[in-house]
């Protein structure tokens, strides 16, 4: 007696997947070390692209965010104390969603648990896979409702959706396992401020003293990032040098002055991509920031999660359904062409953010041309326009 699937992890890859289960009468348990509270709140994410919004959409789980996430069109670079606005919606017809990850975590939860019945359990302790190159997997936990005791669930699949810090990257036997893992030497400060956007639009401040981030996220929560050392410490950051290095890397003529307001996030990322290869092993099939992680340089991370998502639950419907292997077969593949693509491009907008930064005026020139060229060549402006917004083509 097992459950056909258990699913590691309620972030966004790991919640898409176990409702698009659940909805093809596929079983299975989703394990979540945190409370639903915590991950209804732990904020992170907020740009969605097109693809994956009508993705969700398809599997009836946009209804939330297409009443209430912002449509955005535009985004501005910031440099030599100018402004230059890149109008994407005009070059391609196309858009970004801004929802933050908390909401859409939230919407997520309450559709698999509230509404189709899911069963998913919160407060997971020392979860460990067992069996995994054998038909007859396992994975177990202790936790509260298991009163200590450590509690066995037999399944036919594991899906590792346990982000970044999770275990089952680990279960993958390190002589079979490629981790291509790229540091970018940077970190950034990142913040959140309760605090009306200061633009309508995504800014990007590449300045000599380093890279600033503007991001809109609600009509009254904006995203900020600040260049800063790697390791540096965010106490090295009060509000009021927080608020005048923003202001200095985002100033530009006719540009009002930031809105200020209390920071309530304030924490700072090393800079790290990494690609884990393949993706599976026996009967575990990685999905999302477990299999992949990549800077938000360019805010790719949570659509790719999602990808995986919409990929592993055809393959594992397949498989499970109709007995067709040839979804799970490909499925790395399949996953790893977006994943590469994203990070060749957010390797390449790095280079814009930080190159006027890097103390080395080749870098600094090359950087400005790389601007410049997006604001004078068509082709390379379509380019852009492209792969900022994410592959069009259907997952
Ligand atoms: P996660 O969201 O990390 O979910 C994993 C879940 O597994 C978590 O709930 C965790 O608690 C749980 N878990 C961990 N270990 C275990 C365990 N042992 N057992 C059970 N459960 C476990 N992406 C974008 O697309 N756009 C953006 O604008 C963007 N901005 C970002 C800003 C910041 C500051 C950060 C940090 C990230 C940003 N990202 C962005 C990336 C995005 O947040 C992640 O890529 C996304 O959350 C990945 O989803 P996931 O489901 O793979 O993993």
Redesign the pocket.
């Known amino acids: 007696q097992g459950v056909p699937v258990v699913i590691?992890?309620?972030?966004?890859?790991?919640l898409t997947l176990g409702n698009l289960l659940r909805a093809a009468s596929v079983d299975c348990v989703v394990?979540?070390?945190?409370s639903r509270a915590f991950?209804e709140r732990r904020p992170?994410?907020?740009?969605?692209e097109e693809w994956a919004v009508r993705a969700l959409e398809r599997h009836g789980l946009a209804d939330q965010l297409l009443k209430r996430a912002e449509r955005h069109t535009a985004c501005e670079f910031r440099f030599d104390g100018r402004r230059y606005r890149f109008p994407y919606h005009e070059l391609t017809g196309r858009h970004h969603f801004v929802y933050p990850?908390p909401l859409l975590v939230t919407d997520l939860v309450r559709e698999y648990a509230d509404v189709r019945g899911g069963d998913i359990r919160f407060g997971?302790q020392d979860?460990r896979l067992h069996d995994l190159d054998t038909d007859r997997p396992s994975v177990s936990y202790t936790g509260p409702e298991t009163g200590g005791e450590r509690r066995v669930l037999r399944c036919a699949f594991v899906a590792g959706?346990?982000?970044?810090?999770?275990?089952t990257r680990a279960a993958l036997p390190p002589g079979r396992t490629r981790i291509a893992r790229h540091d970018y030497g940077i970190g950034w400060l990142?913040l959140l401020a309760e605090a009306p956007p200061s633009s309508d639009c995504v800014l990007f401040g590449c300045h000599p003293r380093g890279f600033a981030g503007h991001?809109p996220r609600s009509p009254e929560v904006t995203?900020y990032y600040l260049q800063c050392p790697p390791g540096d410490d965010p106490e090295n950051w009060p509000e009021d040098r927080v608020w005048a290095e923003l202001q200095s890397r985002l100033g530009a003529a006719g540009a009002p002055p930031l809105t200020r307001g209390p920071l309530v996030e304030k924490r700072v990322?090393d800079m790290h991509d990494y690609v884990v290869e393949p993706m599976a092993y026996g009967r575990l099939y990685l999905?999302?920031?477990?299999a992949h992680?990549v800077a938000?340089i360019a805010?790719?991370?949570?659509?790719?999660?999602l990808h995986d998502a919409f990929l592993l639950a055809d393959a594992l419907i397949a498989r499970l359904t109709e007995g067709d292997d040839r979804g799970l077969d490909g499925y790395g593949e399949a996953s790893l062409r977006r994943v590469w693509d994203y990070q060749e491009f957010s390797q390449w907008l790095s280079e814009v953010y930080h190159g006027a930064a890097a103390g080395d005026a080749f870098r600094a020139g090359t950087t400005v041309a790389r601007l410049r060229r997006l604001f004078t060549s068509p082709v390379a402006a379509a380019a852009f326009a492209e792969q900022y917004l994410g592959t069009a083509e259907r997952y």
Do not use: F
């Not at 590691?8 to 790991?14: R, S």
């Not at 992170?44 to 969605?48: D, E, I, S, Y």
């Open positions: 590691i992890g309620a972030g966004p890859a790991g394990l979540e070390t945190e991950i992170r994410a907020g740009v969605l990850q997971v979860v959706c346990d982000g970044a810090r999770g275990v990142a991001m995203r990322l999905a999302g920031d477990a992680l938000p805010a790719k991370g949570m659509n790719l999660a």
